[in-house]
């Protein structure tokens, strides 16, 4: 599949932090169809938490529940770097803290139409 003519993501830098392996692997090519570099995907919080703090990103995906660790961490850091992001969960977005209603959230299934409608958000886009 080739890149979206109406979506500017060529060579985006995507941290995508994911724990189920087959999602994972689905949003991963989505990514890359729509011309982003994917970084990731990572499924442990540590893992994340490091890039969060220390990779070039130009945004994240993060679901919200890692093996029953929350991605909060995750969020803290990638907000205070003002990097864009966005949650996953497979429970209602709004079984998220109030303190992040204010993001995206999309529930699972997650296809390409809501990868698209996420880039298309970020600055600049």
Known sequence: MTPLPDVESKGLRIL???????IAMAME???RDLGCAVVGPVARLD????LARQ???????????????????????LRAR?????FLTG????T???EWHAYLCFGKPFGRDELERFISS????
């Open 91 to 94: 429970y209602s977005g709004s």
């Open 55 to 77: 990779e070039e990103l130009d945004a994240a995906i993060l679901d919200v529940d890692l093996g029953g660790i929350k991605v909060y961490p995750v969020a803290e850091a």
């Open 16 to 22: 995508l932090v994911e724990d189920q392996a087959m």
């Open 47 to 50: 893992a994340a938490l490091l």
């Open 29 to 31: 090519q989505h990514l």
């Open 82 to 86: 003002s990097i864009p992001f966005m």
């Open 96 to 98: 998220l803290p109030v």
């Open 122 to 125: 970020l600055p600049g886009r």
